[in-house]
C-alpha cells in the first residue's frame, strides 16, 4: 500500500481534476471555496488519508498552534498542577499542549528540544533538570526567536524569561520556624546545588542560621536526587547516628513522607523527638497522621504566567522583545503538626 | 528577519556554494559525507536557523520516531504511572512520547488526535474521556495504518488494539469483600457509563450482590465524574439520610479519600460506623488514617505492555496485521483498614 505520507496536495488535485491551489484552499476553509468543493476535497482526503502537512500549512499561517512543554516528571505534583493550568489557558486561546517528561535527565532534555524543534511548535515552556548545566542547546529557540519561557527550575544566567518561586525565602521561613522551636540540630536534605531550586533553598536555610547565631552541623546537609529511596536511605543513617538531628528540612514532600514513614517504624515521635518540614504543599502532606508543616509554592499561579507570557510573546512576535522578565513568586509557609 | 521556516536546503546550499543533496547527505549524518562538509553545514545550519524538516525527514526514513499519548489527565495516578513506564520503554528503543491531556473532553480528544497526525507521529497511545461514544475520528490512524492502541479506557465496539484491567473482577471483589463483612446496603459510586471501566466495575458490584441473592437499592447508585466536589456533594446526601448506606465502593481512590474525610468530619467512626472501598491503589490510601481498602490495577505491567505492543506494531507495519490484540490484565484486592 501506498504509504500516507506520500500523498501530496498534487495527488489529491489530479484525483479530483482540480488545480493544486485550489484543493489548498479548500483544505484551509477559504470563504471563496465554494462548499461543494471543499466537501469533494474532504471526501478524497479522507479516503486517500492525506496528511495535512503541518510544515505547509505553517509556512502559511506561520502559526502551529502546538507549544511544547518539557518537564522533569508529571508525577511530581507541583508539576503537574502548573501543567494542568497552562493547558487549560492555552486550550482557551486555541493553543494545544505537547508535554514531555525529561525524567530529569540533561542527555534526554536535549533530545526533546530538538524533537519540539522539529515539530514545529510556536513556543516552549520548561522546567529543566536539577542538573543542566550547559544550556546552549535552548539557543536554536532564542536565536530564531520562537518564544521560550522557564519556570520553576530556571537558568540562572541563561538569557531568557524565567517565572519561578522565591525558593530563598522557602527555605528561610522553614528554617527559621523549626530554629523558633527550639531546634538547633536542623538537618538539611537537599536536591543537587546545580539547580536553582535547591541552592536558592540551602541558602536560606544557612541564612536563617545566621540570623539565630547557629553554626549548622556540616555533617547535617545532604544533597541529592530526592526520591523516595533517597529519603529512605539516608535518612536511616541520619537517624542512627550518636547525635540525631532534633529537626528534618526536607526539600520535597515525598522526602518529608518517607522520613515520616520511618520515624514512625523505628518509634520515633513526631515532632516531640524529631520536627520535620517538607516542601509544596503535596496534597499528601495534609491527609498524613501527623499532617507535615510544609511551604506552599502556588503552582497554578505560576502555571497561569507561564501560559499569559507565552501567549503574549506568540502574539507579539513582530516588535523585538526587550529585555527578559524575571517573576519570582511569593511563597507561604503551612505550619501543620509535624513541627 | 526573515522567518525561519522559510531556510530550506536549497538556502543552505547556495549559502554553501555546495549541492542540496550534499546537504541534505550532511544534515542526516551519511558515513561518506566527510566530517569537514558536516561542520561546514551544522555551522550554517544553526546561523540560519533552519528548522530540520520533520516531514522531509520522515519522508525519508518513514519514522518520526516520536509516538503521542492522550490521556485524560496526568494528574491521575493510575495514568501517571503508565506514561512514566511507556516512556521509559519508548526512550530505550530510541522513541520520544508526546502527551496530551484529553481533560476527559471529547471535542478536545479529538482535536488532539488531528494535531498528533499532523505531527506526525509514528504511533498513537489513547485513554479515552469517559464519555466518549462516537470513535470514529481515530479513523484516520486505524485506515493509514499507523499503529493504534487504546488502553485501560477502551472502546468497546472499536476495531483496534486493547489493553485494560480486569474491572469487572475489580467491582466483583471490591463488593464480596464487603458483603462478606456482613454489608448490605452498599452504595456504589461509579463514573459514566458510557466508559467500559465504570461500566465493568458496575456490572462486578451487580454479580456479587447476585451472588449473595442481595437486591442492591437503586438509591444508593450514583454515576458522575469522579472529582473530589462531586464525592462530596453526593457523600453529603447519602450520609445524611434516615437509612445510610453501611458501606460505600467508590470507583476511585479520589472519591474514596474525599468521603473518609467527610465521614471523619461528621464523627462517623471508619471502619465501625462505614465500611469503604476505593480503586486504583493510588499511594495517598496507604498514607491515610484509616488506610483505606483498594483495587490494584497494576498500571505498571500495562504500561509496558501498551508500549510493548506499539513498538511490535511499528516494527511490523510491513506485513497486515492480523485481527486486534484484546489483553485483560489481572486485579488485586489490597485489603486495609478501612473495611
Redesign the interface.
Known amino acids: 500500500?501506498k504509504?500516507?505520507?506520500?500523498h501530496t496536495i498534487k495527488d489529491i488535485a489530479e484525483a479530483l481534476g482540480l488545480s493544486p491551489s485550489t484543493v489548498s484552499r479548500a483544505l484551509q476553509d477559504y470563504p471563496h471555496t465554494s462548499q461543494a468543493t471543499k466537501a469533494r476535497v474532504r471526501e478524497v482526503v479522507?479516503k486517500m488519508?492525506y496528511?495535512?502537512?503541518?510544515?505547509a500549512?505553517?509556512?502559511r499561517n506561520?502559526k502551529s498552534r502546538?507549544i511544547g512543554l518539557i518537564i522533569p516528571?508529571?508525577?511530581m505534583y507541583f508539576h503537574?498542577?502548573v501543567?494542568?493550568v497552562i493547558?487549560?489557558k492555552l486550550?482557551e486561546s486555541g493553543y494545544?499542549?505537547?508535554?514531555?517528561?525529561s525524567?530529569d535527565q540533561p542527555d534526554?532534555e536535549k533530545?526533546?528540544v530538538?524533537?519540539l524543534?522539529?515539530?514545529?511548535v510556536d513556543g516552549l515552556i520548561v522546567a529543566t533538570t536539577s542538573t543542566t548545566t550547559d544550556f546552549t542547546y535552548f539557543?536554536?529557540f532564542r536565536?530564531?526567536?520562537?518564544p521560550l519561557v522557564f519556570y520553576d527550575r530556571v537558568p540562572k544566567d541563561y538569557p531568557s524569561h524565567k517565572i519561578s518561586g522565591d525558593e530563598y525565602q522557602g527555605g528561610l521561613e522553614a528554617t527559621l520556624h523549626l530554629l523558633e522551636h527550639g531546634c538547633r540540630r536542623i538537618a538539611h536534605i537537599g536536591g543537587p546545588l546545580t539547580s536553582n531550586i535547591y541552592r536558592d533553598r540551602y541558602m536560606g536555610y544557612l541564612a536563617a542560621h545566621e540570623r539565630y547565631k547557629v553554626a549548622p552541623d556540616p555533617d547535617l546537609l545532604f544533597f541529592h536526587e530526592l526520591t523516595k529511596d533517597n529519603a529512605l536511605k539516608t535518612g536511616k543513617a541520619l537517624l542512627a547516628r550518636k547525635h540525631p538531628p532534633d529537626a528534618i528540612f526536607a526539600c520535597n514532600d515525598t522526602t518529608a513522607?518517607a522520613l515520616l514513614?520511618y520515624a514512625r517504624e523505628i518509634g520515633l515521635d513526631v515532632p516531640g523527638d524529631l520536627k520535620l518540614v517538607g516542601y509544596s504543599n503535596d496534597?499528601?502532606t495534609e491527609?498524613?497522621?501527623p499532617s507535615i508543616t510544609t511551604v506552599e509554592q502556588f503552582p497554578r499561579q505560576i502555571g497561569e504566567k507561564a501560559a499569559q507570557l507565552i501567549l503574549d510573546l506568540i502574539g507579539d512576535k513582530q516588535k523585538p522583545v526587550k529585555g527578559y522578565i524575571n517573576l519570582s513568586h511569593p511563597i507561604e509557609l503551612i505550619r501543620r503538626n509535624s513541627s
Open positions: 500500500m504509504r500516507t505520507s506520500e479522507e488519508g496528511r495535512h502537512n503541518a510544515v500549512a505553517s509556512l506561520n502546538t516528571r508529571i508525577s503537574a498542577e501543567v494542568t493547558q487549560n486550550h494545544h499542549l505537547m508535554i514531555c517528561q525524567n534526554l533530545e526533546l530538538n524533537a524543534y522539529s515539530a514545529r539557543d536554536i536565536k530564531n526567536h520562537i513522607i514513614g496534597p499528601r491527609i498524613i497522621t
